[in-house]
């Protein structure tokens, strides 16, 4: 859709235009990344995988079963104050039912991280019978973290390292570039750079994670991105949107009302948001690109208010 047209657009031009979400990337390096990991996890003890809470099954890597294969794991549901408190208890039972400790972190606080400390501990007392039967007692935890992108994995390593950390060598039969750092008297961390990916099984996903800002704003087109979270919020937190936006209820129920194809009335919304933010052009048009970015920005700041677009009932069996 062209930025600040002032052409009108049909019903049918609409619908066509907003469904059009073009997503046209994919990284080199996955492969590369994904052996050095599984090279690593010989030398590893847990795994800790880093999700967002907001979109936990969005954020995680669909090859993750096969990479760690029977590593034992702890799942930290990062980024917990922006999400929906009621969905966070909800998906700590969902991954508790599937056989996985999972724990709520907020890494820019440190909120959570000593009880991820804990939890650490005690996955690998389950296993210390069988280590100390191969003669290693005594020795320290030995941990891996993976995440994609932006969901705080690198904060979340800063918050584990902050205090009494240090870097204490190579290990035998590890290469000179990776180093251990030692987190406490009990849990040494792997320091492995890289990313990894998931690959986009869906527009779902890839929606959710440009939502989150996991895949760049120019990669796919702002102005759609903002256009379905609007969706998607005034599906399932339209109280939110109304505050955060001072919109009048009775104005957005007679656009919903109203006899016209469902994403013209999304788009009306978004206009309605437009002239409240000030994002108006020459003409009296409303600048739906700057609009877009304030839905983004207002989301992933969690000024709109705590949301979670993965509800965890969703994925029960």
Request: aromatic content about 6%; glycine content about 6%.
């Amino acid at each position: 859709m062209p930025k600040n047209s002032k052409k009108k657009h049909s019903n049918k031009d609409t619908e066509n235009e907003k469904n059009k979400i073009i997503i046209n990337w994919y990284p080199g390096h996955m492969a590369k990344t994904k052996r050095r990991i599984q090279e690593d996890l010989k030398l590893i003890d847990v795994v800790v995988e880093i999700l967002d809470a907001r979109i936990p099954m969005s954020s995680r890597n669909p090859d993750i079963e096969e990479i760690i294969k029977n590593k034992s794991r702890l799942i930290v549901l990062n980024k917990f104050d922006l999400a929906d408190e009621k969905q966070n208890q909800k998906w700590i039972q969902y991954f508790k039912n599937n056989g996985l400790q999972a724990v709520l972190v907020n890494s820019n606080t440190g909120e959570g991280i000593n009880q991820a400390i804990k939890k650490i501990e005690e996955i690998y007392e389950t296993m210390q019978q069988k280590f100390e039967s191969r003669g290693r007692v005594g020795k320290a935890i030995r941990v891996m973290i993976l995440g994609i992108p932006n969901v705080g994995k690198s904060s979340f390593i800063n918050r584990l390292t902050k205090k009494n950390s240090t870097v204490v060598g190579n290990k035998p039969g590890v290469t000179r570039q990776k180093q251990w750092i030692r987190i406490n008297g009990n849990i040494e961390l792997l320091d492995t750079p890289g990313v990894l990916w998931p690959k986009f099984e869906s527009e779902e996903v890839a929606l959710n994670l440009a939502y989150t800002g996991s895949i760049k704003d120019d990669i796919l087109q702002t102005v759609e991105i903002g256009f379905s979270l609007l969706r998607v919020l005034i599906d399932n937190y339209l109280e939110q949107l109304k505050e955060r936006y001072k919109l009048e209820i009775l104005d957005i129920k007679n656009i919903l009302n109203q006899d016209i194809e469902e994403n013209a009335k999304i788009l009306e919304i978004m206009h309605l948001i437009g002239k409240k933010r000030g994002a108006i052009i020459s003409g009296g048009n409303i600048d739906e690109e700057k609009t877009a970015k304030i839905i983004l920005e207002d989301f992933r700041s969690g000024n709109i208010g705590r949301i979670t677009l993965e509800m965890a009932e969703k994925y029960e069996r």
